[in-house]
Nanobody, 122 residues
Framework: QLQASGGGLVQAGGSLRLSCAAS?????TGWFRQAPGKEREFVAV????????YYADSVKGRFTISRDYAKNTVFLQMSNLKPEDTAAYYCAAHLNWGIPQLMRTASWYSYWGQGTQVTVSS
């Protein structure tokens, strides 16, 4: 099971930290987002073993994904938020790890948390 939290309303330029707590430590945890009327898109992913991270170009340099082994929790620190970051954010997990192309694909993931809404006002 995955439990996502941390969304909210923030002004442009502000920051938020999302959390995704897992009942068991997976191999890979990713964040995706979906805005109204748009498809779900990849945001960031982390491999638990080794800690490799990958980001969508649209968030690179602004978002940071990290993990806490003791808490089986992944964090998404979001800074310099923009109105176009407004979306429901979902965390997803896979028991294994894959090549970057797979880890960026929503259909590859086996487990999903509930969405947490992030709204950035201009």
């Amino acid at each position: 099971q995955l439990q996502a939290s941390g969304g909210g309303l923030v002004q442009a330029g502000g920051s938020l930290r999302l959390s995704c707590a897992a009942s068991e430590r997976p191999g890979t945890t990713g964040w995706f987002r979906q805005a109204p009327g748009k498809e779900r898109e990849f945001v960031a992913v982390i491999r638990w073993g080794g800690g490799s991270t990958y980001y969508a170009d649209s968030v690179k340099g602004r978002f940071t994904i990290s993990r806490d082994y003791a808490k089986n929790t992944v964090f998404l620190q979001m800074s310099n938020l923009k109105p176009e970051d407004t979306a429901a954010y979902y965390c997803a997990a896979h028991l294994n790890w894959g090549i970057p192309q797979l880890m960026r694909t929503a259909s590859w993931y086996s487990y999903w948390g509930q969405g947490t809404q992030v709204t950035v006002s201009s």
